[in-house]
């Protein structure tokens, strides 16, 4: 009867405490509980099952943040193939093509997936196997409700390094990768957690990992310390923590006999694992199909990722050369035409020719018109960010040299405009680069996103090192004949 009572009470981990003080209250009281009383407490259990039951799956968002259906998988694998396609078209041989195939392949196979695996992990000596081993062997105390589900879905238990180690081990950012890879994590702590076990934990749940803090070796802890602990833990998480003891101190058994003597021996409990056994069974009868679906989602998501950028750096080789060629003709147009402060505008057609040639390369089509267009909202964005003048104090900083006095300002507007649009060449790369795939029309540019672009890059391109390099190419293009030019930082 006790069992029975406690699946309405831990339904989704709602009145964990309170539900474990009742079931410990009746089971050394039950012979006192009368019919008003045991009723009473069922309506409690009902009640607080109901005020579930009008909140539908709202474990499962605790635990993955989301819920994902098959056809939102489906829709992001889609994109992973014509991704895949579109390389295919712009470098037919490409080394990396069928691996990702392979490997999209692998996520159809996922959506049908009947294991789940779980990941077992937390900092050094906090009974990462033991609570596997355990888990092993009481999988047949889950829930009765839960039976059938398990008897089409297998379990696969993987335990991490410990996290949080000394330099030179393996580090944390490969296990939470790894970690990622699972259905679910039972992430283990023997106390309060720590501000690394804490960050740990929020960078799971960026990560839309569906995770259950497992509090263990509760047993160590005197029953007020035990609760202040949990309560701490349940408000840090938002519910979805369970307390265990998997590997109990062993206690002093002492037993008087008739004759007056008095036996002693150290007895070792049972492991105390009925919370994480009960949750598991609801997650397991309730969310096992959303764990597969958000793994998948989250590989695909990643697979997309890895795909974009061997297309993007396709798409680069080939932006780079266009790139360079604009900057030098730039640089030659103000070179010749040297007009304090209208360096971008001089270049205003070169740039709108730019546009067009890295739009075809990443598949965002523009008409001489909206190129104009966009070569010219860029031109203002760099004069409002104060770029033109930036860049022209940084080349003048750098570019020194007695033997070209006489054509100093035409030099210094030519280096400018060619760093100015190769800058405006690069950014233009990153905001297509974050494009998605085969979009109806290029010309609808969001200023922000582009704004921020370009001040990315502009820092990017701001490293002492590279100015000189660059100042010393843009000297030997505009002037081939002068002299070596000083180029001091």
Known sequence: MVVKLQRPILVGGLGLSFSLWMLNSWHHSIVQVGEFGLLSAVAVGGGLWLFQQNRPKAGLEQLNGMVVE?????????????????????????????????????????????EIKLAVTGGKSVGKSTVIQVLQQNLDKLPHQNVETLHVTSLHFTETAPLFREAGDQSDVDILAEVQKSDLVLFLTNGDLTDSEFQVLQQLKAANQPTLLVFNKQDQFLPDERASVLQSLKQRMSGNVVATAVSPIPVKVRKHEADGSVQEWMEQPAPDIQQLTQQLGEILSIQAQQLVLATTLRKAVLLKAEAKNWLNRTRCDRATPIIEQYQWIAAAAAFANPVPALDILATAAINAQMVMDLGNIYQQKFSLEQAQTVAGTMGSLMLKLGLVELSTKAVTTVLKSNAVTFVAGGLVQGVSAAYLTRVAGLSLVAYFEQQEIALDSGNALNLDKLRQTLQNVFQQNQQIAFLQGFVKQGVKRLLPEAQPVEVVG
């Open 70 to 114: 098959r056809a939102t998988v489906e829709k992001a694998i889609a994109k992973i193939e014509a991704i895949i396609h579109q390389l295919a078209q712009e470098a037919e041989n490409h080394p990396a093509l069928e691996t990702l195939r392979e490997q999209v392949a692998k996520l159809f196979f996922e959506l049908d997936r009947q």
